[in-house]
C-alpha cells in the first residue's frame, strides 16, 4: 500500500491534475495507491474570504463564489471534454449548497467556528470528486471515499482533535476490505463524534495523509508539492539554494517552524511516532529525487543541514528591577499570551533576570500589549516593571542541525558573517541541544542575510561581491571591461563571484540586484534613470547587497564626502579618487575609524602609483614593525611623461596637451601641473607611515610660471603655456648643461614634506625613469642603507583600472 498526498498547487489546474493522475496511474502498477488531496490552489482562501463578505454585508461575497465556481467548471472541461454531465452535476450541486451557506451567514451577519468548517470543506470534497472522476472516465479503477466518514474528532471547530482509537479502525477496516486499485480521500475535512463536519486546521491535508499511513503502517508517505523536497534555504530569494536529500525529523520540523512551507510539523507526528519515513516530491518533476526524512540523522561534514526564516515578527520586551529575584513574572507572562491565544514563537531572557524578550506574529501585537499592560499594571503603575516594549518589522532567521552540537563555532561563524554586512542582530535564542540558532533582524535584511548565510555555509567558498561603480569614463569604462574578461576566471581559480550591480556616469545610472550585463552596459545606460550622488548611495544601500563594494573613478569632492554614510552601511570602498585620503586629517581618520567600525574595507591603493602596490607595501612595513624614515619619489606619471617628452626641439604646450589626449592628465591640467596632486600623493603616504599632517604642511614650489598659476580657466591656462615657452624651455636648458633631467619630486625626511622640480644627476635611481613610470624609495630602520624601491607604470587607464581591480579582488579574499 503506497500512500501519497497532493497539494493545492498539484491540483491546482487540468495540467497540474494530469500529472497527477499519471503519477497515481504510474504507483497503481505496484500496489494499491491512497491518494490524499487538498482543495484546488487558492480555493480555500476565496472560500474564507467569501464567509468574511458575506458576514459583513458586503454582497461582493457573490463575484468571489462567481470565481470559485468558474474555476471548478473550468478544471472538469479542460479534464473532460466529453462525458462531464455527471462531474458537473455534481459539482453545481456542491456550489449551490455553498451558495446558500453564503447566502444564510450573510442574512444573519455572523459566521461561527462550525459554520467555517463547514464553508471550507467544500474545497477538497470538490477536488476530491473531480480527480475520481476524471480517473473513472480515463478507464482507471479509483473511487472517491469521504474521509469525513474516516476520520473521527472532537468538535473543535477550526482544529479538531482526532480520536485515533476509532479513526484507526475504521480506516484499516475499510482499506482491509476495498478491491480498488486507487482511492482518492479528501483532505484537512473530518467528522466529530456527533456527526458534525470538522477540519484539522493549518497543514490538515498533511495531517489527514499521515493519520491513514500510520493507520496503515505503511513503508514511507510521499507528500507531493510544487519544490523537490527542502532546500537548504529559501530558493526564491537564494538562487543557489540546494535540495537536501536526506534530513532528520528533528531537522525538517526545525525548518519547517521557522519558515520552510513543505512541511507543518504537528501533522506528521502520527508517522513519526512510528518511524514511517516521508518523502517530499515534485509534481511537475516526478524524477527528481526529493527529500526523504526519517528518524535517522544523516552525518555529514556540514553541521549546517538548512537556514530558514520566519518574517512578519514583533519583539515584545518585559523589563524593569522589580523582577529581578522575583518569581512568577515568567509565569504571569506566558499566561497572559496563552489566554490571549497568542503563539509564542521565541523566547530568550537575560541571566540578570532583568528583563525577557518575546518573538510573536506581527498579526498578534495590539492584543498581546494590551493584555500584558492590564496584567502587570500595578508593577507598571509602581515603576517596578516598564511598560511592554514593542520592536516591529522584524524577522527570524534560523540555522538548523543536528549535528551543530558536535563542532565548535557556528555561532561565532554565524555572528561575523552577519557583522560584516551590516546585519544588526536584535535578539538570540539557543536551546541546550544545540540544533538551533535562532536570531532575530530586520525585515528588510533578510535576503541579505540569508544569501550571506548560504554562501559561508554551504557554497563551496564562493564568495560574491556586488560592485556598485561611479564614473564609467576612461578608466571605470576600462575596468568594467577587464571584470567582463576576467569574469570567469575569478570564479573558477580565486572563487570569485563579481557582479557589477550598478553603474553611473555624471549623466544616468543603473542597477541590477542580479548583476547588470557587461556586454551591453553601454547601450542600457544612456536609458537609466537621472543621475545623482545621493540617489546611486539611496540605491546601493536598499538593494542592501551581501558584501556590497563602492568604487570611486571620479575626482569629485561631493562624491567623497559620502564616503561616510557608504561605510556606516557597512559598503567597503574602493577609490583612486585623492580628495578623502587627502582632505583635513580629522576627516581620514574619521573614515579610518569607521571603515574599522563598521567593518567595511576602505581601499585607496590607486591614489598613489596608479596599479603599483606603493600603499600596499608600505602598509606591509608597518604592521610589520618596520618605521619609516624617509621617502623620496616621483609620484606623477602625468609630471613624467611630459618632461620625458619635452626638449629644445618640442614645444611645452604640445607636449602638455599630448599627454591629456594619451589620458595621462586629468582634463584640467593644472591639478597635475601645479603640484598639488603631488602633494596629496606625498601626504597620503606621510598619514600613511602614522604621521598626522594636512596638505597645507607639505612645501609646494611650483615650477610653473606666474601666469600660468594665476590662470582661471583651462583655456586661459593652455594659452600661458604658449606664451610662456622661454620660461619652460629655461629649465629645460639649465638641465641639460648640468647633465642632468627635470624630475618632479615628492620627499618626506623627519616629519616635513615638499614636492618639487629638481634636476635629477645621472646615476642617481630616477635619472632613468621613463614614460610615465613611477618610483618610490622607502627608507625605513630595516631599510636604512639600500631602500626598498618600487618602480613602474603609474600613469593611464589601463593600469589605474587593474590597480582599482586588484582591490577588488583583495575584497573578495578576505
Known amino acids: 500500500m503506497k500512500v501519497l498526498k497532493f497539494g493545492g498547487t498539484s491540483v491546482g489546474s487540468?495540467?497540474?491534475?494530469?500529472?497527477?493522475?499519471?503519477?497515481?496511474?504510474?504507483?497503481?502498477?505496484?500496489?494499491?495507491?491512497?491518494?490524499?488531496?487538498?482543495?484546488?490552489?487558492?480555493?480555500?482562501?476565496?472560500?474564507?474570504?467569501?464567509?468574511?463578505?458575506?458576514?459583513?454585508?458586503?454582497e461582493s461575497f457573490k463575484e468571489t463564489l462567481d470565481v470559485i465556481t468558474d474555476t471548478h467548471f473550468t478544471i472538469i472541461k479542460a479534464l473532460n471534454p466529453e462525458n462531464n454531465t455527471s462531474i458537473l452535476a455534481y459539482a453545481e450541486e456542491k456550489l449551490n449548497e455553498l451558495h446558500s451557506l453564503l447566502d444564510g451567514i450573510f442574512l444573519i451577519n455572523e459566521i461561527s467556528p462550525k459554520t467555517s468548517d463547514k464553508l471550507v470543506s467544500f474545497g477538497e470534497l470538490l477536488s476530491s470528486y473531480i480527480v475520481a472522476e476524471t480517473m473513472r472516465n480515463r478507464g482507471i479503477s479509483a473511487n472517491r471515499k469521504n474521509s469525513q466518514e474516516l476520520v473521527i474528532t472532537n468538535s473543535n471547530f477550526t482544529k479538531a482533535e482526532i480520536d485515533y482509537s476509532v479513526t484507526y479502525s475504521n480506516i484499516k477496516t475499510y482499506f482491509n476490505t476495498s478491491e480498488e486499485k486507487i482511492t482518492i480521500l479528501p483532505g484537512f475535512i473530518a467528522n466529530s463524534t456527533f456527526g458534525e463536519q470538522t477540519t484539522l486546521g493549518r497543514g490538515g491535508s498533511d495531517f489527514t495523509a499521515a493519520i491513514v499511513a500510520a493507520a496503515l503502517n505503511v513503508e514511507q508517505l510521499e507528500i507531493w508539492t510544487d519544490v523537490s523536497g527542502m532546500f537548504t534555504t529559501n530558493p526564491k530569494l537564494v538562487k543557489q539554494a540546494q535540495p537536501i536529500q536526506t534530513i532528520s525529523y528533528q531537522e525538517a520540523m526545525e525548518l519547517s517552524h521557522f519558515g520552510a512551507k513543505v512541511l507543518y510539523p504537528p501533522t506528521v507526528q502520527p508517522v513519526l511516532d512510528l518511524d514511517i519515513p516521508i518523502h517530499i516530491k515534485n509534481t511537475m518533476d516526478p524524477n527528481a529525487v526529493g527529500t526523504?526524512?526519517?528518524?535517522?540523522?544523516?552525518?555529514?561534514?556540514?553541521?549546517?543541514?538548512?537556514i530558514s526564516n520566519i518574517s512578519n515578527i514583533a519583539l515584545l520586551t518585559l523589563q524593569g528591577s522589580g523582577m529581578v529575584g522575583i518569581p512568577g513574572f515568567s509565569k504571569r507572562l506566558f499566561e497572559t499570551l496563552s489566554n490571549?491565544?497568542?503563539?509564542?514563537?521565541?523566547?530568550?531572557?537575560?541571566?540578570?533576570?532583568?528583563?525577557?524578550?518575546?518573538?510573536?506574529?506581527?498579526?498578534?501585537?495590539?492584543?498581546?500589549?494590551?493584555?500584558?499592560d492590564i496584567t502587570f499594571e500595578n508593577e507598571i503603575t509602581l515603576h517596578k516593571i516598564d511598560p511592554i516594549i514593542v520592536e516591529t518589522?522584524?524577522?527570524?532567521?534560523?540555522?538548523?542541525?543536528?549535528?551543530m552540537k558536535n563542532h565548535q563555532g557556528i555561532s561565532g561563524k554565524m555572528f561575523s558573517t552577519l557583522g560584516k554586512n551590516n546585519i544588526n542582530i536584535r535578539a538570540i535564542a539557543q536551546g541546550a541541544s544545540e540544533k538551533n540558532i535562532s536570531i532575530v533582524i530586520e525585515e528588510t535584511d533578510v535576503k541579505k542575510a540569508l544569501n550571506t548565510l548560504h554562501e559561508v555555509f554551504f557554497e563551496s567558498i564562493t564568495k560574491q561581491l556586488n560592485v556598485f561603480i561611479t564614473g564609467v569614463g576612461n578608466v571605470g569604462e576600462r575596468l568594467v571591461e577587464q571584470i567582463k574578461q576576467q569574469k570567469k576566471y575569478l570564479k573558477d581559480n580565486l572563487k570569485i563571484n563579481l557582479r557589477v550591480a550598478g553603474l553611473s556616469n555624471s549623466r544616468t545610472m543603473i542597477f541590477d540586484e542580479k548583476g547588470l550585463d557587461l556586454k551591453s552596459w553601454k547601450t542600457n545606460l544612456p536609458n537609466g534613470e537621472k543621475a545623482s550622488l545621493q540617489g546611486f548611495f539611496e540605491n546601493a544601500k536598499s538593494l542592501n547587497l551581501r558584501n556590497s563594494i563602492f568604487v570611486d573613478v571620479t575626482a569629485n569632492k561631493d562624491i567623497s564626502d559620502l564616503y561616510a554614510s557608504y561605510l556606516r552601511e557597512s559598503i567597503a570602498i574602493v577609490a583612486c579618487n585623492k580628495i578623502a585620503c587627502s582632505s583635513e586629517f580629522k576627516n581620514y581618520k574619521a573614515l579610518k575609524h569607521l571603515s574599522l567600525k563598521y567593518n567595511a574595507p576602505f581601499l585607496f591603493e590607486t591614489n598613489v602609483g596608479a596599479g603599483l602596490p606603493i600603499i600596499d607595501t608600505l602598509n606591509n612595513l608597518i604592521a610589520s614593525g618596520d618605521k619609516v624614515t624617509s621617502i623620496q619619489a616621483v609620484l606623477s606619471g602625468s609630471l613624467n611623461f611630459v618632461f620625458n617628452n619635452f626638449n629644445n626641439t618640442t614645444k611645452f604646450f604640445d607636449v602638455v596637451k599630448q599627454a591629456g589626449a594619451e589620458g595621462y592628465t586629468e582634463p584640467d591640467p593644472r591639478i597635475d601641473l601645479s603640484g598639488v596632486d603631488v602633494a596629496r600623493k606625498i601626504l597620503i603616504l606621510a598619514r600613511e607611515s602614522g604621521m598626522e599632517m594636512n596638505l597645507e604642511d607639505i612645501d609646494n614650489l611650483p615650477f610653473l610660471s606666474k601666469a600660468g598659476l594665476e590662470s582661471n580657466t583651462v583655456d586661459d591656462f593652455y594659452q600661458t603655456l604658449i606664451d610662456d615657452e622661454a620660461h619652460y624651455q629655461s629649465l629645460y636648458a639649465s638641465a641639460k648643461t648640468n647633465n642632468c633631467q627635470l624630475k618632479y619630486v615628492a620627499k618626506l625626511d623627519n616629519g616635513k614634506a615638499n614636492v618639487s622640480l629638481q634636476e635629477i644627476p645621472e646615476g642617481h635611481p630616477f635619472y632613468n625613469?621613463?614614460?610615465?613610470?613611477?618610483?618610490?624609495?622607502?627608507?625605513?630602520?630595516?631599510?636604512s642603507q639600500q631602500p626598498m624601491i618600487i618602480k613602474g607604470a603609474g600613469a593611464g587607464a589601463d593600469v589605474t583600472a587593474s590597480g582599482l581591480f586588484a582591490d577588488i579582488i583583495r575584497l573578495g579574499n578576505d
Not at 346 to 372: V, Y
Not at 393 to 403: E, F, M, Y
Not at 769 to 783: A, H, K, P, Q
Open 393 to 403: 518589522n522584524l524577522s527570524i532567521v534560523a540555522l538548523v542541525g543536528d549535528n
Open 769 to 783: 625613469l621613463e614614460g610615465s613610470d613611477n618610483i618610490v624609495m622607502f627608507y625605513t630602520e630595516r631599510y
Open 340 to 372: 490571549e491565544k497568542i503563539n509564542v514563537i521565541l523566547i530568550t531572557q537575560a541571566s540578570s533576570e532583568h528583563s525577557i524578550c518575546l518573538g510573536i506574529e506581527e498579526k498578534d501585537i495590539e492584543i498581546a500589549k494590551t493584555a500584558i
Open 292 to 306: 526523504v526524512i526519517s528518524n535517522q540523522s544523516q552525518i555529514s561534514e556540514n553541521p549546517v543541514k538548512g
Open 14 to 58: 487540468s495540467k497540474n491534475i494530469n500529472k497527477v493522475i499519471s503519477i497515481l496511474n504510474r504507483y497503481a502498477n505496484d500496489s494499491k495507491v491512497v491518494c490524499v488531496v487538498s482543495a484546488v490552489g487558492g480555493i480555500t482562501d476565496k472560500l474564507l474570504l467569501a464567509g468574511r463578505q458575506a458576514c459583513s454585508k458586503d
